[in-house]
């Protein structure tokens, strides 16, 4: 081994204390051999075309440079793909495979200006198109004639979708619809590749036909010239400026002047506007949730990968540094020895598990409710409603501090760019915001909790993931406190319970004391918000602890006990976090406090020897993680200066500003 | 009024309902009229001069341009600084008006690489310099005839001075310092400035003599020709790289090779080198202390005006937006209308003023301190140390999640640079890790609590600022609750008081089972940590409402009870916050626990007219503001659509990646 490939000493001596086999735990993570190997293969041959290396990084490139940069990537992966779809004839698959995994983002860091052709264009058009229309516009899209994206969303107007300005009114005498942006704020507003990439889009218009207007509808058009690119007359279309991150995703803006469409290019899957205007109403509007749960589902596994990422950057980064000196003749420590650093890096690495398991659980349940409403069974589509919504939001504000956790404990060289910390923080904060802002999907998960609690009022029976509220409701006295990883989960059910409850009575007080339900709601709604996240987190733990016992049913005793380990510190940490809950509404003591921090002192002590052997099992490439600090090597401090030496301002000794600027204003002469 | 220049309608409305004088409480905020005006003159005076105004938007600029900008924009505005201080014969003071305020952020948006010449260079040369040394150093850098940085820190070293590499080993034979940096991670790493601006700097190294070392010590080294700019033989200097933000104050690297520098080089006010080698010791080494600890009594200001910043852009924004219809018939609603929108804004405008009291209590202690260390009295030197730590800690950390509360109140549209928020966080969270990280500055206040502790059981008297704790600590039992602003805030340092007895308890009983006294301290730290905070939480909300009892007793009645509805709330939020701790420490009730909840869903309604009013009286210019998201009048979606078009990219409306990648692609040969 030369000096250049030699593995950092402290992480050499990390490795070897491992207890567990780490390979296991890969698989485990993988879900099998077999996946992992897939896994890896498909890294491996996604890296070997090299897409991935920048001569200069692209953090140095200007806005504009860094656009182009990312069209040139995004057109040689997609490529890429479309080479293997054809050689292995696997569909869509293997788009998912890249772009769902840490693959996609580690070739285009700051996000792709094609992605939304394929999640977003293609499934719509697959979706509600007729079948005629599928045949047309899915081929056409497919073979890239076309490139699209997906126009919802306007300067004014996001989450409520029933708010939504642009109009298509149909003129039944040309039989093509007018598109028209009637304001400002009706314009079409952050939809990726919408600025110079795309030249069809689906845009999302409310439709007017007759006189009358019947809602929100979705529309292909043509934007752009197929062979020229220049915007089409009657179409503004640009981009909406720089942004924390993403910066690679060319997001757009776009307004409409009287520009007409034939009527086929309505989406006619459920609703139809027949050629004399007549407009055919939609069996049921409730098909359309499936693709925004979809998105949310996925969403939780994503923050898997970014918290995979940032946690596995930090605890290696903390077992080469080292600082202080805390006993006077012993030499400075490793960070990773502080227990304060252990007290916010393994909560990041319990965190993956805990969504790892709970996302897949959620997919499961996504795929069964998806069967059952194509068999026409609604049932348990408020449920999955309901978790998609309480988990998209609680798991992406738990990502964004989690990464945020783990850049600060990384310490200045955190801060760097090339920590690749920041870039991280900049896709898992845009989650909190994008597919639904949290607050309002807390809010909508605690819709339905308010109506679990009538109806457990009422003595009827729950949905399962609700279930645990008619418990309560019927015996109202809180058991003696048992202090165990099952008794905190059931006291973590007991808060929620005991949230809704108490929520659902300010309501009704507020409605006595002369307020609208709408009022009531709105003055209880932090209280709401607040009940609907314990609801959530007391779904997280016991779905981790439950699926964990399944899952890991068959590992071997050294993993077991490191994964039981992890389960045990992701509760006693939450119990910790929520003891004014747990006080609240169980009969917690404070000598069961004092015992569960010692609990959790514990197994900080007891992971420690672990940690790196547990970040190394989430098995991320380095050039997926592309961090100074977080290299498998730990070759922390070299890879820094590397990184720097690369930045174009050290090209030349002397910047032409000396001369410019600094020199006149020195000598006076500026 | 012209079309061009209307106010937005939503935000007069709001400025008609404020109950307040807005001009009275700027007044109050600034202290005293006059100095309203002598902050509005300076602003006047520095932005009609028009620096701060950027053809292209830096955003948009390569990062070799947004340095070579920032050099421009520097060397402008520290031009400007000098011509006021030769006409108005004010010395430093210019620098700190300006450099001290919002002012300095609005011009030099992204920092700048001159900032430690003056806040660092200048004020320790005359800090540490002798006389003779002074005369001439401060004179030439006064005089800009050198640029000059302050270099510490290094790669593999921080926060633990003492471990610092870099070495000046004096020459006898020659009378000359050498200067080695003997690994890489001895290469200085951070100081502003360093990378391609200042051509002198002040070295902090381990200084060797007769083959002894005598530690740390401050020397003054020429980096690069003053003609050319260019660097050294024997230097080896460059930029660290991109950053998450702060990208114009060119942070630099630099390594020795045997470089030397003359024996009068070393700063001597403090330890001598005689020119035979000989090592003349410090009177006092805790004389340098003074620095450290006024930059983080400065920082606590700083953070409000970020803060103050954000929630002015997130509130104004609030009142234009309008979203959702929870009521059938009825209009959207203002955003600003949604209780939970409330709770996250109201917050932020109650953190300025508690900061802004908090930070002015903090500079008349420091003041007072520094006055008794000159005439010799260190006594109270340890009680502002333990106080600076822990409200630098507790204030940077409460300013980044507020900013980023702002942010994501803001929805997308704050995602947007445009909004200015993005960049206001990389201000505010990169003060959490520099001048001392946070984590380890609250475990020095804990050092501090501890022995008060100690002294406390000992039957001692304390320190005004944790006498509480001899209090608590004489009467053990809680008495009954007090569901007052007094009774919170007692609560509060019987939390505090509580936490540390628990630590030291916990130490203790570690120490018995066999530890040593740094295990058990390190075992404990997370509490000790958060003790600490709590600690640091009683000193704020009862600074700010004993300090508002005094300075408002002035006040109009309107503005004085909207200023205590505002402690109220700041209170009660934290009450609310920090309920398992008041639970676990103080005889506080469920009952209690409800009415504070309703008391604090009032206190969002009585301030809810005001809110506009409110930051309005922070009274940010919208050139210092930069947000298209936040200006006084609220043309919100006008301003977005006017930033985006500054875009390079959207000043073609076909972008060369088209031609170059995106149709060879399209059509299957790229």
Known sequence: MTEQTKVNADLQQERKKCTFNITELTNFIDGGPHMTEERRKREEKVLKEGIHIEEVPSEYLSHKEKYEL?????????KLIRRWQEEENTGMESFRAVLGGSLG??????????????VMFIPTLM???????????????????????????????????????????????????????????????WPGGLAHTANYCIVMAQLYTNGQCHGIHAFIVQLRDEETHMPLPGIKVGEIGAKLGMNGTNNGFLGFENFRIPRDNMLMKNAKVLED??????????????TMMFVRVVLVNDMCNYVAKAV????????VRHQSQPKPDEPEPQILDYVTQQHKLFIGIATVHAFKLSA??????????????????????????????????????????????????????GYMLASNLPLTYGHVTAACTYEGENTVLLLQTARYLVKAWQQAAGGN?????????????AGRRSPPWDNTIEGIIEGFQRVAAGKIGLSVTNIEKRQKEGMSYEDAWNMTSVQLSQASESHCRAIILSTYNEEMKIQAASASPELKKVLFQLVDLYVVYWALQRVGDLLRFTSISERDIEQLHRWYEDLLVQLRPNAV??????????????????????????????????????AEPVNRSFHMYLKPFMQGKL
């Open 70 to 78: 990312a069209v040139k990537k995004a057109c040689m992966l997609f």
């Open 105 to 118: 983002s580690a070739i285009l860091q700051d996000g792709s200006p094609l992605t939304l052709h394929y």
């Open 127 to 189: 979706g509600q198109g007729t079948v005629e229309q599928q045949a047309y516009w899915v081929g056409r899209a497919f073979n890239l004639d076309i490139i699209g994206t997906y126009a919802q969303t306007e300067l004014g107007h996001g989450t409520f979708v029933r708010g939504l300005e642009t109009t298509a009114t149909y003129d039944p005498k040309t039989k093509e619809f007018i598109l028209n942006s009637p304001t400002l704020t009706a314009y079409k507003w």
């Open 277 to 290: 205007g007549t407009y055919v109403n939609s069996p049921s509007s409730k098909l359309t949730y499936g």
């Open 312 to 319: 596995t950057i930090a605890t290696r980064y903390s077992a």
């Open 360 to 413: 897949d659980w959620l997919w499961n349940m996504y795929n069964n409710v998806t069967a059952e409403l194509e068999a026409g069974d609604l049932d348990r589509l408020p449920e999955l409603h309901a978790l998609s919504c309480c988990l998209k939001a609680v798991s992406t504000a738990d990502a964004a501090e989690s990464v945020e956790r783990c850049r600060l404990a990384c310490g200045g060289h």
């Open 461 to 473: 029976t729950l949905t399962p993931t609700v279930s645990y509220i008619s418990k309560i409701y």
């Open 613 to 650: 052997g547990l970040v190394d099992a989430f098995d991320i490439k380095d050039e997926i993680l592309h961090s100074a600090l977080g290299a498998y090597d730990g070759r922390v401090y070299e890879r820094l200066m590397a990184e720097a030496l690369k930045s174009p301002l050290n």
